[in-house]
């Protein structure tokens, strides 16, 4: 399969992201849209119509991670503990899990 073709649905281009997002025409995704699910567990889809982006398909699994990381960082006690930590570790303050 070239380079430009990934499952039978022909890949216009790649996103900011690499090559883990897909860019698509509306026209090629719904000639191939039995193909669509295996596309997207190697990351979204990237629909284009026109020219304008028009929608982006992903994997459950890709959606669940996105909602849990929404989630993650909508929490502000955890974030600013993050925060915290990342500059204890930086300034050299750690703890050896080991008691040693």
């Not at 039995?34 to 997207?40: A, E, F, I, K, Q």
């Not at 889809?45 to 929404?70: N, Q």
């Not at 006690?77 to 080991?98: H, P, Y």
Request: net charge positive; proline share 4%.
């Amino acid at each position: 399969m070239g380079e430009g073709q990934q499952k039978g649905i022909p890949v216009i281009g790649f996103g900011q992201l690499g090559r883990s997002l897909r860019i698509v025409s509306m026209a090629a995704a719904r000639k191939a849209l039995r193909d669509l699910p295996g596309l997207v567990q190697a990351g979204p889809v990237l629909i284009m119509k026109s020219g304008h982006p028009v929608m982006a398909v992903l994997s459950t699994d890709h959606f669940e991670g996105m909602l849990e990381t929404i989630e993650i960082l909508s929490d502000q006690t955890f974030c600013r503990r993050l925060r915290e930590s990342i500059e204890q570790a930086r300034a050299g303050r750690t703890k050896s899990l080991d008691g040693g």
